[in-house]
């Protein structure tokens, strides 16, 4: 099918595949990564609710991450 068309065509074609098959990998990458952490995300958003409804948390400023 590809070898119809001229061939810098083709090798955008195969550069378009390439870059899309590394995106596919990097997300399911992210993804692996969000699995394994997600119950650690989990408890912290848990314990920062709870600390807010304590009235513990205190607002923080963007320099301060």
Do not use: C
Request: a negative charge; aromatic letters at 6%; charged letters at 35%.
């Amino acid at each position: 099918m590809m070898e119809s068309l001229p061939e810098t065509l083709q090798q955008q074609v195969a550069e378009y595949l390439k870059e899309y098959i590394a995106d596919l990998k990097e997300e399911l990458q992210w993804e692996e990564s969000f699995k394994k952490t997600q119950p650690q995300l989990v408890a912290a958003a848990q314990r920062a609710k709870k600390e807010i409804a304590e009235g513990k948390a205190r607002e923080m400023k963007l320099n301060e991450l």
